[in-house]
């Protein structure tokens, strides 16, 4: 199937009644709303659409909603928000299943000081040391500058006591303003590739669009789309739950998809899905009217 390239969401509004639509390089670059998206979700709303925002962001849903504030994004902008931390944080308060109630309550987090919200209201002892853990949470580098090679030796230590990881963010990379910044998930990519155990929270998997879905209210999925920046996490968990999605070529993958001027390049787009093994049901520059 040939993506069809549309101006904006305008155009085939018609077709969907509900809307997930990721934030880090589709809503804001990390300082400010994108051209276009507020009154995008305006029209969409006031036609009788609704909005949920998802998030890779390792953090609950109220930090999340906070920080949208400072940045522009007011609360009744939108009709919804869930993030990969939120989820990560019922994981770890309701221990839903056998893998999370053997976890035990000894807790290394790998994260910045900005990640610390997830840690609120859990029973965990949150531990100093790898010989103390009973398992490690996952929420992104300590600084902003560090490289995935100074992790080895930690991660070394943690795959050689057998230690479960949870990555509540599933995201390798991260533009801010322009720089390329690691998260979490390239984090717990590498501890798998040591031989460590991962269990992931947020897009591309089901479950964190599964609770989407109750909060959009929608019945028909086939009325439901997905925008994104992200192939493999946007596009692909929009692909695993059966629903459109609108790939923003100016975000993540910007280089691989635009045509030099910033405009989407058909071409290099079915080339682009066709490597990552996804599918693209439309591309736009950027989620506007």
């Not at 531990?127 to 930690?154: H, P, Q």
């Not at 949870?166 to 322009?178: E, F, K, L, S, W």
């Not at 209210?217 to 996490?233: E, H, K, N």
Request: with cysteine; hydrophobic share 40%.
């Amino acid at each position: 199937m040939s993506v069809c390239i549309v101006d904006g969401v305008g155009e085939i509004a018609g077709d969907y009644d509900g809307y997930i639509v990721d934030l880090w390089g589709v809503v804001h670059d990390g300082a400010k709303p994108f051209p276009g998206v507020l009154d995008a979700f305006g029209r969409l709303r006031e036609a009788g659409k609704r909005v949920v925002l998802l998030s890779n962001a390792p953090r609950r849903i109220e930090g999340v909603a906070e920080r949208l504030v400072e940045i522009g994004v007011a609360r009744g902008a939108y009709d919804g928000l869930m993030s990969s931390g939120e989820e990560t944080w019922r994981h770890l308060a309701e221990r839903p299943d056998d893998w999370y109630r053997n976890l035990g309550r000894a807790c290394f987090h790998i994260g910045p000081e900005r990640d610390r919200d997830i840690r609120e209201g859990l029973d965990l002892d949150f531990v100093g040391s790898i010989k103390a853990a009973d398992f490690l949470l996952d929420t992104g580098t300590w600084r902003d500058e560090d490289a995935i090679e100074d992790y080895d030796a930690l991660l070394g230590d943690a795959v050689s006591r057998k230690l479960p990881m949870v990555c509540a963010n599933p995201d390798r990379i991260v533009v801010r303003t322009g720089v390329p910044e690691l998260c979490a998930g390239a984090i717990a990519e590498r501890y798998e590739g040591l031989g460590g155990e991962v269990r992931w929270h947020g897009k591309p998997h089901a479950s964190v669009f599964e609770a989407c879905f109750e909060l959009l209210g929608v019945g028909d999925t086939r009325r439901i789309l997905c925008a994104g920046d992200s192939l493999t996490t946007d596009i692909q968990g929009a692909n695993g739950v059966g629903i459109a999605a609108l790939l923003v070529t100016t975000g993540i993958h910007s280089d691989l998809l635009s045509d030099g001027h910033g405009a989407p390049d058909a071409a290099r787009i079915e080339e682009a899905t066709a490597e990552a093994g996804v599918v693209a049901t439309y591309a736009a520059t950027g989620f506007r009217w």
